[in-house]
């Protein structure tokens, strides 16, 4: 289908990229992408890929909106306080692009309903806050074979990495399990700076296009951290024989999705600080 005159000059500084063109920012709108939690990650990332016109962004969280969220969370605002996070950001996404198509999934995300929603989508953005969801995120993924980014922050830290199905290593090859509770401060406990979610979650949302697109490098293989005090991004080369991962490996032991219990553990990038130091 073509692209109406608005949408031309909507996205006309897309349309003059020879990466993207006219034939990019249609795959653009034709794409769908979901985002798994509307918060300090999830809210730059969609307001990013709603402006860029991903034609289908899916939007999953059970939350409402709270003043202490204002501080990171852009999306959102101090009106919209006690609304659902989904509703607010669908708001939020298609008053600046009334084009996309936000569906909205106001539920906790478990076991039994992440592989359903996830199959639909080209792309999947893990924008959770708690260890559980990320593994279960990541062991459904695999399970689908759905391309996902991963990321977390925490105080002035942040990084992410990229899952492609046959092109690298999950989450789980380099973290293998959710870690003792308790043992990985919360962002209430340890605080995060706003703009942290912004530098991340926009980088996340950048993913997500380049893997539409199919342009440039992603991030597999490869776990990017960001210190915001050193101002100091670093690239760290993941593992490559993944053939003893027990999701995605040769012969995985796990077949079945998996529930864990953990409290909280909101902007979880402090899970990286002395792991990635092995690589």
Do not use: W
């Not at 996205?11 to 769908?32: C, D, M, P």
């Not at 307001?47 to 003043?67: F, K, N, P, R, S």
């Not at 990229?162 to 308790?182: A, I, L, Q, S």
């Not at 991004?233 to 490996?249: A, E, H, M, T, W």
């Amino acid at each position: 289908m073509a692209m109406t005159d608005e949408q031309i000059e909507r996205y006309s500084r897309h349309i003059i990229l020879k990466e993207v063109g006219a034939k990019g920012q249609k795959k653009l709108l034709n794409a769908k992408v979901l985002i798994i939690g509307a918060g300090g990650l999830g809210a730059p990332a969609a307001m990013y890929l709603a402006a860029a016109g991903v034609g289908t962004i899916g939007i999953a969280d059970a939350d409402e909106v709270d003043l202490s969220n204002l501080q990171r969370q852009i999306i959102h605002a101090t009106s919209d306080i006690g609304k659902a996070k989904v509703k607010s950001a669908k708001e939020t996404m298609n008053a600046m692009n009334p084009d996309v198509n936000v569906k909205t999934y106001h539920c906790f995300v478990d076991s039994t309903n992440i592989r359903e929603l996830i199959r639909e989508y080209d792309f999947i953005l893990d924008g959770t806050d708690n260890f559980p969801a990320k593994f279960l995120i990541n062991d459904a993924c695999v399970m689908e074979k759905k391309a996902f980014c991963h990321a977390g922050i925490i105080r002035f830290k942040g990084q992410l990495m990229t899952y492609v199905p046959n092109e690298g290593p999950c989450y789980r090859c380099v973290f293998k399990n959710p870690p003792p509770k308790d043992a990985v401060p919360t962002c209430k406990q340890a605080g995060v700076i706003g703009a942290m979610g912004g530098v991340i979650g926009s980088l996340m949302a950048m993913e997500a296009i380049k893997y539409i697109l199919g342009v440039g490098k992603l991030l597999t293989g490869y776990l990017l951290t960001y210190d915001a005090i050193e101002q100091e991004f670093r690239k760290v080369k993941l593992p490559k024989d993944n053939s003893s991962c027990k999701v995605c490996g040769k012969n995985p032991t796990i077949t079945q999705l998996i529930d864990y219990e953990q409290e909280v553990c909101e902007e979880t990038a402090g899970r990286f600080e002395v792991k990635i130091e092995n690589y």
